[in-house]
């Protein structure tokens, strides 16, 4: 599932794409859209920015009108030089925009919609969401606020995925984070500090930001996530894997060094 990071750099590679470019013509060759006539609202406008919140991305075009997509578990993000072919075959294709450089291409990913730029700020999806975990600086006071008013039952790494939260955590991150900090995902909330809680999302901004200029690491460079049976890098400790919260996401924790 694509991480706050990853859409990120979707972002930025669609933006540079974009921004600013001619923009030849916009296609949603998926059946569902069939009557939604996306090429002529948008015909004559340029594309202003294109911008990440979480896992949300937004491309703004001028004249107050903005596509919406996410991709929860099976979409992608794909840009590429005009010609070349796409790593995806073209029946999985939801959007496709051409520039005289670039074809840009949502593949499958299940929101996708255009609305007003109003819109985006009125969303609960997006106005509900929680400070960014890769925001330039992160509003530590609003994520505790936010994980002092949930349910103070429920487990630290279930919570780390609710994006009303914390926006742009993933399943990766969650495990990395809680490792990093030393810090346990099965304690409830009653029972983690305001300094605990905080040091998870600055234990995981580094790597994340690094996955933003260098790319998603390989799975070999993450310290715990896919690695249940093997012994912790810290302390030797068996790793372990279990599912957990509503959603039974796995989670992968040391039991020896992680309190
Ligand atoms: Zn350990």
Avoid at 77 to 87: C, E, N, T
Avoid at 130 to 146: C, E, M, N, W, Y
Avoid at 231 to 243: E, F, H, L, S, V
Wanted: charged share 30%; glycine share 10%; proline share 7%.
């Amino acid at each position: 599932m694509p991480e706050g990071d990853t859409i990120r750099t979707a972002a930025n590679r669609v933006g540079g794409a974009l921004v600013g470019r001619e923009i030849e013509s916009i296609e949603t060759p998926h059946p569902r859209f069939g009557k939604d006539g996306w090429a002529e609202k948008l015909a004559g406008r340029k594309v202003r920015a294109v911008d990440a919140h979480g896992k949300h991305l937004l491309i703004r075009f001028e004249g107050g009108l903005t596509i919406h997509s996410h991709l929860r578990m099976t979409g992608a993000w794909g840009v590429y030089p005009r010609g070349k072919r796409w790593h995806r075959g073209p029946h999985s294709a939801w959007l496709v925009i051409r520039t005289p450089e670039h074809d840009v291409v949502q593949f499958k990913g299940p929101v996708l919609e255009l609305m007003p730029d109003g819109r985006t700020r009125s969303d609960p999806r997006i106005a509900q969401l929680g400070p960014d975990v890769l925001a330039d600086t992160f509003d530590d006071a609003a994520f505790l606020r936010r994980v002092r008013i949930d349910d103070p039952t429920r487990t630290l790494g279930d919570a780390l995925l609710d994006q009303r939260i914390v926006a742009g955590i993933g399943n990766i991150w969650k495990a990395e984070g809680c490792f990093r900090a030393a810090i346990d995902p099965w304690r409830r909330l009653r029972d983690v500090s305001d300094e605990e809680a905080l040091s998870i999302i600055h234990a995981v901004r580094p790597p994340m930001f690094e996955s933003v200029a260098n790319g998603f690491p390989k799975s070999e460079s993450l310290l715990i996530y896919g690695r249940a049976g093997t012994p912790c890098p810290r302390c030797q400790t068996k790793i372990r894997a279990r599912g957990q919260g509503d959603d039974n996401r796995t989670t992968y924790w040391c039991p020896g060094c992680q309190r």
